[in-house]
Nanobody, 127 residues
Framework: QVQLVESGGGLVQAGDSLRLSCTAS????????MGWFRQAPGKEREFVAA????????FYAIAVKGRFTMSRDNAKNTVYLSMDSLKPEDTAVYYC????????????????????WGQGTQVTVSS
């Protein structure tokens, strides 16, 4: 069983920065890609970013590209999402997720490709 625990959310103003963390336990973390998703009130959960198992490849949703950076530290079993130039439309609960396929060759954006999820952390950006 894999456990993912997010932290780092909070209330910030537009233009501020925030860094989210997600620490994993329960399986060999370094063998799996990881993703960040978010869900705003009344909306479906959407893809934000993904990073491959080694950390050498990342992919971002258009809405966050150039403002968000995903990274990982396999020695600490942790992935990060650094968010700059935050906008009110970034307000959501942010979830980290673990890929269901070991050392997958490509990054995936579909929710059903991730089989473990954290409990989420709230990010609120005021205007």
């Amino acid at each position: 069983q894999v456990q993912l625990v997010e932290s780092g959310g909070g209330l910030v103003q537009a233009g501020d920065s925030l860094r989210l963390s997600c620490t994993a336990s329960g399986r060999r973390f370094s063998n799996y890609a990881m993703g960040w998703f978010r869900q705003a009130p009344g909306k479906e959960r959407e893809f934000v970013a993904a990073i491959n198992w080694s950390g050498g490849n990342t992919f971002y949703a258009i809405a966050v590209k150039g403002r968000f950076t995903m990274s990982r530290d396999n020695a600490k079993n942790t992935v990060y999402l650094s968010m700059d130039s935050l906008k009110p439309e970034d307000t959501a609960v942010y979830y980290c997720a673990a890929d269901s396929v070991m050392t997958r060759a490509v990054l995936v954006t579909q929710r059903n490709e991730y089989n473990y999820w954290g409990q989420g952390t709230q990010v609120t950006v005021s205007s």
